[in-house]
């Protein structure tokens, strides 16, 4: 690799606020915001919308689709597609 091109790559803490939870992880992301670690070290820390903490997907409250009843549905709106 050249030398001086490439961000910097170090630890840094994601907190995601709407599930109260942060992870110390490495990352070229950088944040003026700060935050003492449980180790006792301060690392920068970037808030994050969305985690795998919030995420429905991970949490299990995620709605599961019925696309056979939508099609079906769209089928009696709007007809059966035909051909011939």
């Known amino acids: ?3 001086g091109i490439h961000p ?3 630890p840094v803490v994601f907190r995601d606020r709407a599930a109260d939870y942060a992870f110390l992880t490495r990352s070229t992301m950088t944040s003026e915001k700060t935050i003492e670690w449980e180790d006792g070290h ?3 820390v970037v808030d ?4 795998n903490a919030s995420h429905p ?11 056979a009843g ?3 549905r769209f ?3 709007y007809g ?3 051909g011939a």
């Open 75 to 77: 089928e009696r709106r």
């Open 70 to 72: 939508r099609v079906e």
């Open 80 to 82: 059966k597609r035909g």
């Open 1 to 3: 690799m050249r030398k």
């Open 8 to 10: 910097d790559y170090g």
């Open 57 to 67: 997907f991970y949490t299990g409250t995620a709605r599961v689709l019925d696309t």
């Open 42 to 44: 301060t690392y920068p």
């Open 48 to 51: 994050v919308e969305i985690s």
